[in-house]
């Protein structure tokens, strides 16, 4: 069973990966969470969390399912967690061992996974080139392989990540003054002459955040997560972040086999 969150598509692969490596249950954590969100977990069963690093922590929709999920697992139950990132996470595994510690639960192995950056709303943060882009995911199919094998096996207390020169700072500082602050849909705004009314907008939301009024996407203020796939998906660049996005790249997984 593995519970993933995506949004430009980056964990959504990496899932998909894991879940035919190992046969399990693949499960969507905006859908889920429109349930009970109740689980108990069969003889051999796997339990794995995979979502994108949203400013050094795991991202509030993924802690919103724990916090109310309940998991029956069984004693040796293998628990897992993977996070994309675009170079590092921080300490994001520590605070989701602490969510689930709450329910009694630990992931034992910890990965994290470097893909192409997504995040483009602060100055300093743009889209890889497309050189780095196609590094980044080649060599993510290869250590994707790696980390599928070692969950098929099932091996315990393995810590692959990338946390960063000052993880403590990242997470605890500015990771939660970002998750505090800014992660909110109020800057979203679409260009109405650019906008072509094609609705990929309100299909790429997970959290059924952007819906069409007039044919133009409006954000309804509900569950935004700032995964920015309303502004990556849209192919005609219409939609934006306040200003700073204007003149920035857009990158979701697969795109260039869309081109």
């Not at 995964?227 to 219409?238: D, G, L, R, S, V």
Request: proline share 4%; net charge neutral; hydrophobic share 35%.
């Amino acid at each position: 069973m593995i519970f993933y969150f995506s949004g430009t598509g980056n964990t959504q692969w990496a899932a998909e990966e894991l879940a035919k490596k190992t046969g399990e249950r693949l499960l969507f954590i905006p859908e889920e969470l429109k349930g009970e969100c109740i689980y108990e977990l069969h003889d051999g069963e796997r339990l794995g969390f995979c979502f994108p690093v949203h400013g050094w922590q795991p991202p509030h929709i993924v802690r919103d399912f724990i916090r109310k999920a309940s998991f029956d697992v069984k004693d040796d139950t293998f628990i897992f967690a993977l996070a994309t990132c675009g170079d590092n996470i921080g300490r994001t595994m520590e605070l989701l061992n602490q969510d689930l510690g709450k329910k009694g639960l630990k992931a034992s192995s910890v990965y994290s996974l470097i893909m192409p950056e997504t995040y483009v709303c602060l100055p300093f943060m743009y889209t890889d080139t497309p050189e780095k882009e196609r590094e980044k995911i080649m060599q993510a199919k290869r250590d994707i392989y790696i980390i599928g094998e070692e969950i098929l096996n099932r091996r315990e207390s393995i810590t692959r990540t990338t946390r960063g020169a000052i993880p403590w700072t990242y997470t605890h500082v500015i990771g939660a003054y970002f998750n505090a602050q800014m992660i909110t849909d109020e800057k979203f705004a679409v260009d109405a002459d650019a906008c072509i009314h094609c609705g990929q907008c309100q299909k790429a939301c997970p959290t059924s955040n952007v819906k069409l009024k007039g044919g133009l996407p409006t954000w309804q203020h509900d569950y935004c997560t700032c995964c920015m796939a309303c502004y990556h998906y849209c192919p005609k660049h219409a939609i934006n972040y306040g200003s700073i996005t204007r003149k920035r790249g857009q990158y979701f997984f697969g795109h260039k086999e869309n081109q």
